[in-house]
């Protein structure tokens, strides 16, 4: 698991990378670009995704976030066990 929990990744282009594992957990991420990223397992605990750009349900669904962390208008929440 890599990593980046707090970091500051904003306006960063996350296109097609592979982020499965990593944990991120409350980066900084207003303006990050998450298109076609893989977000198997990628922890965004706490981490506020309201203003990531494009970022898609079922990146959310195979990702681990929960209740503090806040998405995009029309995506769902997924939360792991």
């Given at each position: 698991?890599?990593?980046?929990?707090?970091?500051d990744f904003r306006g960063a282009s996350f296109r097609g990378t592979e982020l499965s594992a990593a944990n991120i957990a409350g980066a900084k991420m207003d303006g990050a670009d998450l298109t076609r990223a893989i977000t198997s397992v990628t922890s965004f605990l706490g981490t506020d995704l309201r203003n990531v750009k494009c970022l898609t349900q079922k990146q959310i669904d195979m990702a681990c976030s929960d209740?503090?962390?806040?998405?995009?208008?029309?995506?769902?929440?997924?939360?792991c066990q």
């Open positions: 698991m890599m990593c980046m929990s707090f970091a209740a503090k962390r806040l998405l995009p208008v029309g995506l769902k929440p997924h939360t």
